[in-house]
């Protein structure tokens, strides 16, 4: 019996072993195809001579932008409350820490899309200039859509994660990271457990946390109210 179990053990310290080299193959795999499309589609030299560009665009923005969002920031701060843009008085400080540091991604994003046109009209190369197009655009709707989350970790955890998904989307690369994640994984009682798996659980407990903390803000904020009110008076007296 001893030596059935010892058998056993080291069968199954085998097929350990096995399952840990067909990971490391697996993942070696695809990092060769993500090195492939790197080499092939992205490195090359009609992209490389974009990027100081799309630097440089980005540095007039911010430049050119710092005082505009330092005189937005004063003027909110100044509207007077019984303005007829109330809705600022009562979000001075949501639109001066959300809406007002988005000034100068959107002015980026409108000089690369002037940059873009010309490049059309010239024949000159400009994928790499399309691609930071997108990332903006989609950067702002992303942070435009977090902003409304009242919680800022929260906000900036859901605006960071969105980004990612999307700037993989744009880039082509979110199919192949996915496999990536989904490749490295164990097996636990007969069920296969990714690093895949374990990021969609870690994001699904988390919305489910925010979900039922933002249902037990509004429910005792609702309880706080109603205790709040007077009892009603009765509205006739007995004679």
């Given at each position: 019996?001893?030596s059935?179990?010892?058998?056993?053990?080291?069968?199954?310290?085998?097929?350990?072993?096995?399952?840990?080299?067909?990971i490391?193959?697996?993942?070696?795999?695809h990092?060769?195809?993500?090195?492939?499309?790197?080499?092939?589609?992205?490195?090359?030299?009609?992209?490389?001579?974009q990027?100081?560009?799309?630097?440089?665009?980005g540095?007039?923005?911010?430049?050119?932008?710092?005082?505009?969002?330092?005189?937005?920031?004063?003027?909110?701060?100044?509207?007077?409350?019984?303005?007829?843009?109330?809705?600022?008085?009562?979000?001075?400080?949501?639109?001066?820490?959300?809406?007002?540091?988005?000034?100068?991604?959107?002015?980026?994003?409108?000089?690369?899309?002037?940059?873009?046109a010309?490049?059309?009209?010239?024949?000159?190369?400009?994928?790499?200039?399309?691609?930071?197009?997108?990332?903006?655009?989609?950067?702002?709707?992303?942070?435009?859509?977090?902003?409304?989350?009242?919680?800022?970790?929260?906000?900036?955890?859901?605006?960071?994660?969105?980004?990612?998904?999307?700037?993989?989307?744009?880039v082509?690369?979110?199919?192949?990271?996915?496999?990536?994640?989904?490749s490295v994984?164990?097996?636990?009682?007969?069920?296969?457990?990714?690093?895949l798996?374990?990021?969609?659980?870690?994001?699904?407990?988390?919305?489910?946390?925010?979900?039922a903390?933002v249902?037990s803000?509004?429910?005792?904020?609702?309880?706080t109210?109603?205790?709040?009110i007077?009892?009603?008076?009765?509205?006739?007296?007995?004679?």
């Amino acid at each position: 019996m001893i030596s059935s179990l010892a058998k056993r053990g080291r069968q199954r310290a085998g097929e350990a072993r096995i399952d840990a080299v067909s990971i490391w193959q697996e993942v070696l795999a695809h990092f060769e195809q993500f090195e492939k499309h790197l080499l092939d589609e992205i490195f090359v030299f009609a992209n490389l001579i974009q990027i100081p560009a799309v630097i440089l665009t980005g540095g007039v923005a911010w430049l050119v932008c710092r005082p505009i969002r330092h005189w937005v920031t004063g003027w909110v701060e100044r509207v007077p409350e019984h303005h007829h843009l109330d809705w600022i008085v009562y979000h001075r400080s949501w639109v001066t820490d959300r809406l007002t540091p988005l000034i100068t991604p959107a002015a980026w994003a409108v000089g690369l899309w002037i940059a873009v046109a010309v490049a059309e009209r010239a024949g000159w190369p400009h994928a790499v200039t399309q691609t930071a197009v997108s990332l903006l655009l989609a950067w702002l709707v992303i942070r435009l859509a977090a902003a409304l989350v009242p919680y800022a970790a929260l906000a900036r955890l859901i605006a960071v994660l969105a980004w990612l998904v999307a700037a993989l989307s744009i880039v082509h690369l979110l199919g192949p990271t996915l496999d990536l994640l989904d490749s490295v994984a164990i097996v636990v009682g007969g069920l296969r457990v990714s690093i895949l798996t374990v990021v969609k659980g870690v994001l699904s407990l988390a919305m489910l946390l925010w979900a039922a903390t933002v249902a037990s803000n509004l429910f005792e904020r609702r309880i706080t109210r109603v205790s709040e009110i007077p009892p009603a008076r009765g509205c006739c007296s007995a004679s």
